[in-house]
């Protein structure tokens, strides 16, 4: 199998991916190996603004945030106040409504915390996927016991995912019930690579029920509008979006605020202390108690403006053409199976994912023959969780993004099929 390894110098590229070699070289990591980065489901690489980001902060005048009069303290508030006006520009949000949160999942957190523990009823419901990602899932059975503990009693009601890997549209609006309260969304599938937006239920869903998207791996892969999709709570992922780990985004829809408690009560929380408790402050330092991932935070701000300058429907694009380019190449290999997904789609659609499985070799090993050969992928059950999955969800799953090539995409196809003659 040592024939379908990639080269160890990359030689001179194809013509046609000569208009991303500027984008490329923004990204260190891929200038330093021969190896092919196919995670970015997982985390996306660094560009060179990014990484400068956090070192300066480190480096040159050092302070914290929101909490002294002096010029570096000063200077820093005004910058995070400058990165959450830009965040709330590119999902189309107001400053207000953007929340700084530890990730993604701490973001869904609290949403279960501050918004389901004192909005939620006895008898109440939320529909939810169980085959979305274990941030999407656990925070609601966690509500769900910690509710039992003052006495209500919430029920989480399942619903289907059809073969292309989206939402069931028609089975999400049969379980909608008079004590629907929130239906929660993976907006671009993990696993499957498909898109939920709930457009056909517009206008059919009570505006009571808070509609919760996480957008862990649309947000920086495509054109996130949180007014379009009319989301009451949208949750981002700052390192899959070539963003520091350890920072993220909450969006909260303004309606909702005064149905918001305290997620993190503390130091810059805006909280005061009452006679009969805790008082609420404003948005959005009412759900941002404490010292925040301030190098992260600026990490973002330098993030979205690489987003911004190569643009995400270029994006989109590049993505949508190197999936196309996967199923293409993997479409004949004997053997090889598509999870649900793009490849099932009756047209040419695809957002950068790709998911399969290959007789004669378990998804382990297979990850581990491409790791030696030089291609990195994710294998396993991708955070779905264990009580929910199905044998379908332990698959090999492609990821690419921007910096990606075509020429990539062709040298790991053929791999693929090399390896399944192999096996066969």
């Known amino acids: ?61 050092t302070a914290n945030a929101g909490r002294g009069t002096y010029p570096w303290a000063g200077s820093l508030t005004r910058e995070l106040e400058s990165v959450r006006e830009r965040m709330a520009a590119f999902i189309n949000a107001d400053p207000d409504e953007v929340v700084f949160t ?37 925070p609601w ?22 073969a292309l890997g989206e939402a069931d549209i028609g089975d999400i609006e049969r379980k909608i019930g008079p004590r ?8 671009l599938h993990h696993v499957f690579g498909a898109l939920t937006t709930l457009e056909e239920l517009r206008g059919r869903i009570d505006p009571d029920i808070a509609l919760c998207f996480d957008c862990s791996q649309s947000g920086g892969h495509l054109p996130v509008d949180v ?25 909260c829809r303004r309606r909702r605020h005064a149905e918001l408690t305290p997620f993190l009560p503390g130091g ?37 403006e690489v987003l911004e300058e190569i643009g995400l429907d270029t ?9 196309q380019r996967l199923i293409a190449g993997l479409r004949p290999v004997p053997g090889l199976e598509f999870l649900p997904g793009p490849a099932h789609a009756p047209c040419e659609t695809g957002y950068g994912t790709i998911s399969f499985t290959l007789d004669g070799i378990s998804t382990g090993d297979l990850g581990f023959v491409l790791s030696e050969l030089g291609f990195l992928v994710r294998t396993g059950a ?3 969780p264990a009580d929910t999955a199905t044998t379908d969800e332990d698959s090999v799953r492609v990821s690419t993004h921007i910096y990606n090539t075509f020429d990539e995409i062709d040298r790991f196809t053929e791999c693929v099929a090399t390896i399944a003659e192999e096996v066969s």
């Open 1 to 61: 199998m040592r024939s379908c390894a990639p080269p160890s110098s990359a030689g001179p590229a194809p013509a046609r991916e000569t208009v991303l070699s500027p984008v490329r070289r923004l990204f260190p990591a891929l200038a330093e190996t021969s190896d092919v980065y196919l995670d970015s489901a997982s985390t996306t690489q660094k560009p060179l603004p990014v990484i400068e980001a956090v070192r300066r902060y480190h480096s040159s005048r």
């Open 102 to 138: 530890a990730g993604a999942t701490a973001g869904l957190n609290a949403v279960a915390l501050s918004w389901g523990l004192t909005a939620l009823a006895d008898g109440d419901e939320i529909l939810f996927s169980p085959r979305d990602h274990a941030s999407n899932v656990f």
């Open 141 to 162: 059975q966690h509500l769900c016991g910690l509710l039992r503990g003052f006495g209500r009693s919430i029920r989480l009601v399942p619903y289907r995912v059809n």
């Open 180 to 187: 629907t309260r929130m239906i929660a969304v993976g907006h």
């Open 227 to 251: 007014r379009e999709l009319d989301a009451d709570f949208a949750i981002f992922a700052a390192h899959k979006m070539f963003g520091a780990p350890g920072t993220g985004v909450l969006y």
């Open 268 to 304: 810059n929380s805006g909280v005061t202390l009452g006679e009969s408790g805790l008082l609420a402050g404003v948005m959005p330092q009412l759900m941002e108690g404490g010292t925040q991932n301030l190098p992260g935070i600026l990490a973002l701000g330098a993030a979205l």
């Open 315 to 323: 994006i989109a694009t590049h993505n949508r053409a190197l999936t």
């Open 382 to 384: 991708h955070c779905i």
